[in-house]
């Protein structure tokens, strides 16, 4: 039966500085998470499967592509509709700026983070929108191996675990682990690992 690993980027130099959206490269540590996902992959297959063949999907941005640059598998695949959320006008910005700039905006989100939609930017709402398509291409592949961003991930979690898509925004999915699904017939099953570096 198949699966579906999740995984989001290796930590990023805006991670470090509280940035948000930009297409900043892998950080030191984030680097050190690209070179071990080979092995927690092989560790999630197993020794039987350790020979199964992933397809790899990352969103168009550095820090997904250096996350899956270690794989040894041959089919790696970009998709636009794999990016993380547009935060428009403020792309680069940290929360703290946010909130001096735009005081009606961050109280904004907070209120309804799902609908909120970034100045020239997205919502949660448009990033499941966008998603449909992958979601189709998803139902009808074999393992695959996906490495996006925190809020994709959130909805694409949300959609597999029947999670309501308006909680999405409020799920925490950790840097460095990686998320085993197994969709069955009445549920998915879930195992993650963690990589301890
Ligand atoms: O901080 C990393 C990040 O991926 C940003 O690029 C993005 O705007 C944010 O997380 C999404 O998380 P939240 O919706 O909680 O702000």
């Not at 990352?58 to 089919?75: E, I, N």
Request: hydrophobic letters at 35%.
């Amino acid at each position: 039966p198949r699966s579906i690993w999740l995984s989001r980027h290796g930590e990023s130099q805006y991670n470090l500085t509280g940035q948000i959206g930009g297409d900043a490269d892998l950080s030191e540590r984030g680097m050190r998470y690209a070179k071990r996902l080979p092995e927690l992959v092989l560790k999630s297959l197993g020794e039987e499967n350790k020979h199964t063949n992933l397809t790899v999907w990352t969103s168009t941005m550095k820090r997904t592509q250096q996350t899956a640059s270690f794989l040894p598998y041959k089919k790696k695949l970009q998709w636009k509709a794999l990016d993380e959320l547009d935060a428009g006008e403020c792309d680069g910005m940290t929360y703290e700026e946010i909130e001096q700039k735009f005081p009606e905006d961050f109280k904004a989100r907070d209120d309804n983070k799902y609908e909120y939609r970034y100045r020239g930017g997205e919502s949660y709402r448009d990033i499941v929108i966008r998603l449909e398509p992958i979601i189709m291409e998803l139902e009808r592949q074999e393992n695959i191996l996906i490495i996006t961003h925190q809020a994709v991930l959130r909805c694409l979690y949300a959609y597999f675990m029947n999670v309501p898509q308006e909680e999405s925004p409020w799920m925490s999915i950790p840097l460095h682990t990686l998320i085993k699904l197994e969709p069955r017939a009445y549920l998915t099953l879930v195992t993650s690992i963690k990589a301890d570096i």
